[in-house]
């Protein structure tokens, strides 16, 4: 079974004359386990691929299966929990971050396991873990407004890998970050893949993390213009 497949995915935004498509006719899919890359230069359709796949751009045309459920077909399927599924099979990394402004970095993280039915021991320490993987040991119990652009980003990162989602969707993630915590948040994504089996789509400018994929989307213009296992690095700029 596929953790992703998606068939003839198209997005097109607005009506008429004004209308954009964004996304054009995507067909893929992406193994539990695999920790996949999408490059493609600004405005190529990078977002919107990842939001219709994650539940929170609704396809225009073409079919979407999240971990087994379809969700769409020429639009959102009628009748689905579109915010249970995003919760019990997602984890979303996205650059506005939306840290919860009266929680430590601690209690971020915790939420997002206490409301999967986790006790609360086993959240501290689950949280306390992946906290510290991500170089934050020492941040545990500060509120964002007292944390850099890097070190919330971090945050968002434990939270959306706390309850170790099915499917992980990433808009570039280590783009606000330093070398360092660029791999640190490499590595965890690799290790949820490999013990997880999470599949894991990735958008990325950063060619230092590219050794880490399995496989690479270039899109350009709303199409999927070319996919490459590893070892490629020319598409970089
Ligand atoms: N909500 C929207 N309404 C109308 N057009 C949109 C909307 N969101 C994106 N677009 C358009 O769709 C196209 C693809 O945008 P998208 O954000 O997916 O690109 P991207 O590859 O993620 O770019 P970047 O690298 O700059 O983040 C662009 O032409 C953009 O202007
Ligand atoms: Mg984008």
Known sequence: ????????LTKIYGKGET?????SDATFQVRPGELV????????????????IGLINEPTHGKVVIDGAAVADEGWLPGLDLKRLRREKLGFIFQAHNLIPFLTALENVMIALE????????????ATELLASLNLGHRLHSYPTALSGGESQRVAIARALANRPKVILADEPTAALDTENGRNVMALLKKLAVENHSAILVVTHDRRMVEGFDRIFRVSDGRIVGEDGNGIS???T
Do not use: H, Q, W
Not at 1 to 8: F, K, L, T
Not at 19 to 23: D, H, K, S
């Open 37 to 52: 890359a999408i490059l493609g230069p600004s405005g190529s359709g990078k977002t919107t691929l990842l939001t219709a």
């Open 115 to 126: 409301i999967n039915r986790l006790t609360r021991r086993e959240a501290t320490e689950r």
């Open 234 to 236: 020319r598409d970089f």
């Open 19 to 23: 209308a954009v498509t964004a996304i």
């Open 1 to 8: 079974m596929y953790a992703i497949e998606v068939e003839r």
